[in-house]
């Protein structure tokens, strides 16, 4: 079983940058595909990026592509999603997700999740 706790979210201004880490316990992440998802309130978890477990091959969701970065750190069980250019539209809880099946994007893919981090962008 794996569990994964995120941090780093918080409030920030438009046009600003903030870092969330993903932590792992009681198991190595360096073995699973991992990506990040986010929920604004009353809409469905959407996929914002993925890497995959070496590392090698990152993916991103359009609306976040140029902006976020999605990278690890297999030595310290750590995946982090650093965000810049920060706007109102990106305000949502921010999960973290490991072990995807053959689909990064889709949600249902992922096996374990984390209890999340609210980013709040005001305008």
């Known amino acids: 079983q794996v569990q994964l706790v995120e941090s780093g979210g918080g409030l920030v201004q438009a046009g600003g940058s903030l870092r969330l880490s993903c932590a792992a316990s009681r198991r190595t992440l360096s073995s699973y595909g991992m990506g990040w998802f986010r929920q604004a309130p009353g809409k469905e978890r959407d996929f914002v990026a993925a890497?995959?477990?070496?590392?090698?091959?990152?993916y991103y969701a359009d609306s976040v592509k140029g902006r976020f970065t999605i990278s690890r750190e297999n030595a310290n069980n750590t995946v982090y999603l650093q965000m810049n250019s920060l706007n109102p539209e990106d305000t949502a809880i921010y999960y973290c997700?490991?072990?995807?099946?053959?689909?990064?994007?889709?949600?249902?893919?992922?096996?374990?999740w984390g209890q999340g981090t609210q980013v709040t962008v005001s305008s």
């Open positions: 890497i995959s477990w070496t590392g090698g091959n990152t």
């Open positions: 997700a490991a072990e995807w099946g053959r689909n990064y994007y889709d949600a249902e893919d992922y096996a374990y």
